[in-house]
């Protein structure tokens, strides 16, 4: 759990600096795209558990596609 709050940090840290190009998007633009066969619900489920990349913004859980292709291709 403190590994989870520490990345983040790091996220919300990284995405205020200027020159650093992350694309951190929420995850319900992301469901959107043909190559995610997963919903919305199971991708915040995989977000909460650790399991891809994210990290919450206020109400919503924000990743990058990347972080859910690589899990897909992981299991």
Request: aromatic share 10%; hydrophobic share 35%.
């Amino acid at each position: 759990m403190m590994i989870q709050a520490i990345e983040r940090s790091l996220n919300l840290y990284l995405n205020a600096v200027p020159q650093y190009e992350a694309d951190f998007e929420s995850i319900s633009s992301i469901v959107e795209d043909p190559q995610v066969p997963y919903s919305q619900e199971y991708d915040s489920l995989l977000a909460k558990q650790g399991k891809i990349n994210a990290y919450k913004e206020g109400r919503n859980w924000v990743t990058t596609k990347q972080a859910v292709l690589d899990y897909i291709r992981r299991n």
